[in-house]
């Protein structure tokens, strides 16, 4: 078993909760999918256990991922480019009374917040164990999700199964006008603000967003 700590203090990004954190693994599941169709995502939700599983097929991290500033994606148009999601959205979860049990290839991970020594203030830490049996795939289960967290999600993150099966849409270029959404914007699927003024909603393509996914260039919308 090893442990290493992440400089991220307890109190990092606080006004995040339940729902940002797994936008951010949702987020990044999907574009691991897009840049590659063989690391396919996987959703579930398990209404008696309230546990929602996030999976992506022949994925294994490396342990850099946790790095604030570490990404790939930087540059690319993908959803997260900032570096820091993974990161942060385990520290939400964990601050936020969650158990998360991750299979991670080889080894699984557990993500607490501790006191540090070094650091003289609690932070995030993540402890690695062999297990038994390797993984081909990178999977992370979130506990005590109740069924209201997961239709939430559902509302906000387009590409889950048959989250968008009832919305009605034209399609502009690489964009949609969502008729029976208004006020909702998401972008590249994500919901990002309500904005009551519009009488439509929209999934914008190429705009771009805050770290927090809660602000958006309102100028995109009024072009």
Partial sequence: MAQFEISITADY??????????RELLQNAKDEEDANPDH???IAYSVRKKVVSITSENVTLDRAVLLLGETSKRGTGARGQFGEGLALALMALVRGGHTLRIENGPESWIPDIRYSDAWGREVMVVETRRLQQPRTHFQIQVDDVDQEDWATMTRRCRFLPGADRDDVTICVGRDQIILNRPGDV???GLW???MPGLRAGYDLNTAEVDRDRRLINTWTLQA
């Fill in 40 to 42: 396919a995502m996987r």
């Fill in 186 to 188: 998401f972008v590249k």
């Fill in 192 to 194: 990002i603000a309500k």
């Fill in 13 to 22: 990004v606080p006004t995040w909760g339940l729902q940002d954190a797994v």
